[in-house]
């Protein structure tokens, strides 16, 4: 949607942090300093009740420590939902970076774009992430402004995109998107080895070959991948798919204590690369 590249290039342009002008660091290291202040935005008060009690599941300091993500990073988080990441990434950006949450194109009016709205509201008016950003990507043709972001991220949207069969449009305006040497991290259901397309479609789980594949394909090289979100009690086989899993529940009552028992998916994270 070209109002909304432009407007994306606009805004990442204009941005006053140091990220939109240097290069991404090959591996940023995390600090005493980075750490406490990333620490600080997982632990703030403001945070929704229910997504806190997830933190063990989706463990949000190590993953964004896994990724790399600093203070004066500009980064792009890709259909970040109800914010859950977002109420974590843009006070700790804030202040020297600048956090991106894009989100599906909506009509307006329609339901999908008063959540939109909704949820820019939510984060401008924040004090803590009032210099945030939310800005709309055309899901058949997405596109971000070429080579501003440090970091993009995208947590369980992939299997998604691939069920819809956008997946490759998506990873391609990723790798448009950030500098070389920026970082795309990439959070989802992991699925076994072998798994064949149309299972991964229905289930929601997804391959690591077949991700690695749409970013590998894109551009991108795997830089590292991490076992942080991993869930050994998920064996992937579900009558519902993922979402027989907490937090979304499809299952019978009857069977409650035996998904809580498993908890949330088994996830890989994947860290790849552009190259510089």
């Not at 008060?45 to 949000?60: E, Q, S, T």
Request: glycine share 8%.
């Amino acid at each position: 949607m070209q109002r909304t590249t432009i407007f994306l290039a606009l805004v990442l342009s204009t941005c006053a942090c140091a990220s939109t002008t240097t290069p991404a660091n090959e591996q940023a290291v995390s600090t005493p300093s980075t750490t406490a202040a990333l620490q600080a935005a997982i632990d703030a008060p403001g945070r929704d009740a229910a997504n806190r009690a997830r933190d063990g599941y989706r463990h949000p300091l190590q993953t964004l420590q896994f990724f790399g993500v600093q203070p004066g990073q500009t980064v792009i988080e890709i259909t970040p939902g109800g914010g859950w990441y977002s109420e974590i990434l843009a006070p700790y950006l804030n202040a020297k970076g600048h956090y991106i949450g894009a989100v599906p194109a909506a009509v307006a009016d329609s339901k999908g774009g008063q959540r939109n709205k909704a949820f820019g509201a939510k984060l401008t008016g924040n004090p803590a992430s009032s210099n945030a950003t939310l800005v709309e990507l055309d899901a058949k043709a997405p596109a971000l402004a070429t080579g501003r972001a440090d970091v993009v991220l995208t947590f369980r949207n992939v299997h998604n995109w691939v069920a819809a069969g956008n997946a490759d449009a998506y990873f391609r305006a990723f790798f448009a998107g950030l500098k070389p040497g920026g970082v795309l991290g990439v959070v989802d259901h992991r699925a076994k080895a072998g798994t064949d397309l149309e299972t991964m479609k229905s289930s929601g789980y997804l391959t690591v070959a077949l991700v690695t594949k749409y970013a590998t394909d894109a551009g991108f090289v795997l830089d590292a991948s991490s076992e942080i979100n991993a869930n050994p009690k998920d064996d992937a086989n579900h009558p519902n798919g993922v979402w027989t899993l907490p937090p979304v529940n499809q299952h019978e009552a009857a069977d409650d204590a035996k998904y809580q028992a498993i908890g949330e998916s088994d996830r890989m994270t994947l860290r790849f690369r552009k190259p510089r």
